[in-house]
């Protein structure tokens, strides 16, 4: 502004007490019925004192309440603002830790991620904590079953009848198998572990479990029975993989009226799936979305199509591996995840190394969820280590 002139100013008139001045007209005295000036005076105090106890209104009703605020408010403006509230920096810290104590309340109570090639743990969090595991327990189950096969001729292609044994304790019959029915050990392997079905693994431990027992001899019962044979071997397998803190006390995993209560850890868990998925027949197992079983009914053929728990099977290079739940359990998951080999030159001659992680996840509120996550976070992370050099701690192997 030049010195000299007179600041130019929007006309405005007077509109009564308590209302504000609108632009476009012109500020007359008394003869207009017009206030005198000290009133404007008194006016404009009563306004500022008004506007003072509307801020303390809107304070005290804040959602930051409670909360060191900055209050900056909008004055060149004709319309009638609300006094901003902007959060001070400590607030958004404060915020921030809210939001990231909220996220950890709602993950997964252990979790691990580990190299499936070498053992080596990428990251972990309470991996040795003791936990129900639902149907994990059947990636064990399905172990006992294949190196039976393998080890002792065993014949998946066996036709069993289903007993009614298997009806009772499993709590769900998700595929509608009723007593008598006669299905393959193979098309049971498929439905314990694409669809998880409690009474197919009951089946599958009744029968192998007698195999591996024997015939009682003349004049003797057995003490152990078929289930508990099999059983006995599926922690003799624990023990083989040094799962130091898992006990199982039947094939499907329920834990409702169970004593005494089975568990494993996420730790104990990737040591089982590493070593499952060095099996050829289990990772073709695991790695169906759906499968089309067939059994007999009364001389009658019927079939039906199973659909993997896994709905994150095929996403970010997953192939498998299991699901599991119960309400002691919450959900749990173990997923694997593979990328094409690398190949690395050293000096005239090439190293291969297989790129696959195992990502273990007990007592989650949303498994799949979480799971995808971690299998992001676990790549990051096997980056990471491979560009170091892929060293080793001793410390840090399964």
């Given at each position: 502004m030049r010195h000299g002139r007179r600041q130019s100013f929007p006309r405005q008139t007077w509109n009564g007490p308590g209302q504000r001045a609108r632009s476009g007209d012109t500020l007359r005295s008394r003869e207009r019925g017009g206030a005198h000036l000290s009133?404007?005076?008194?006016?404009?105090?009563?306004?500022?004192?008004a506007r003072q106890r509307q801020s303390a209104r809107i304070n005290r009703g804040s959602r930051f309440r409670g909360l060191p605020t900055q209050r900056r408010r909008l004055t060149s403006c004709r319309f009638k603002l609300l006094p901003v509230i902007f959060p001070r920096r400590s607030t958004v810290i404060a915020a921030a830790l809210l939001f990231g104590?909220?996220?950890?309340?709602?993950?997964?109570?252990?979790?691990?991620?580990?190299?499936?090639?070498?053992?080596?743990?990428?990251?972990?969090?309470?991996?040795?904590?003791?936990?129900?595991?639902?149907?994990?327990?059947?990636?064990?189950?399905?172990?006992?079953?294949?190196?039976?096969?393998?080890?002792?001729?065993?014949?998946?292609?066996?036709?069993?009848?289903?007993?009614?044994?298997?009806?009772?304790?499993?709590?769900?019959?998700?595929?509608?198998?009723?007593?008598?029915?006669?299905?393959?050990?193979?098309?049971?392997?498929?439905a314990a572990l694409v669809q998880s079905d409690n009474i197919a693994a009951y089946t599958l431990a009744s029968y192998v479990g007698s195999t591996i027992q024997g015939p009682a001899s003349a004049g003797q019962k057995s003490k152990l029975t078929a289930i508990d044979a099999f059983v006995t071997q599926m922690n003799a397998l624990a023990k083989q993989l040094k799962m130091e803190r898992t006990r199982f006390v039947n094939p499907h995993g329920v834990d409702q009226n169970v004593k005494p209560l089975p568990y494993s850890t996420a730790e104990d868990l990737a040591r089982l799936t590493r070593y499952a998925l060095n099996k050829a027949s289990f990772r073709f197992y695991i790695s169906q979305k759906e499968r089309?079983?067939?059994?007999?009914?009364?001389?009658?053929?019927?079939?039906?199509?199973?659909?993997?728990?896994?709905?994150?099977?095929?996403?970010?290079?997953?192939?498998?591996?299991?699901?599991?739940?119960?309400?002691?359990?919450?959900?749990?998951?173990?997923?694997?995840?593979?990328?094409?080999?690398?190949?690395?030159?050293?000096?005239?001659?090439?190293?291969?190394?297989?790129?696959?992680?195992?990502?273990?996840?007990?007592g989650s509120n949303s498994r799949f969820a979480e799971g995808a996550q971690l299998i992001g976070q676990g790549w990051q992370l096997y980056d990471q280590w491979a560009a170091g050099g892929r060293l080793v701690d001793s410390k840090k192997m399964l």
């Open positions: 009133d404007f005076k008194r006016e404009s105090v009563s306004l500022r004192r104590a909220l996220r950890s309340a709602s993950a997964a109570q252990a979790s691990i991620i580990v190299d499936a090639q070498t053992g080596f743990v990428l990251q972990e969090h309470e991996s040795k904590q003791k936990r129900q595991i639902g149907s994990l327990t059947k990636i064990a189950t399905a172990m006992v079953i294949l190196d039976w096969a393998e080890h002792r001729g065993g014949d998946l292609n066996q036709t069993v009848t289903m007993a009614p044994p298997a009806f009772v304790g499993t709590l769900e019959n998700n595929i509608g198998f009723q007593p008598g029915d006669e299905i393959a050990l193979r098309d049971l392997l498929y089309q079983i067939s059994f007999r009914r009364g001389g009658k053929e019927q079939r039906y199509s199973l659909r993997n728990t896994n709905e994150l099977l095929g996403t970010q290079g997953i192939d498998g591996v299991k699901t599991g739940r119960t309400a002691r359990a919450g959900e749990c998951l173990v997923l694997s995840a593979v990328r094409e080999s690398e190949i690395v030159k050293q000096g005239q001659g090439v190293t291969i190394f297989p790129r696959r992680i195992i990502v273990v996840l007990l």
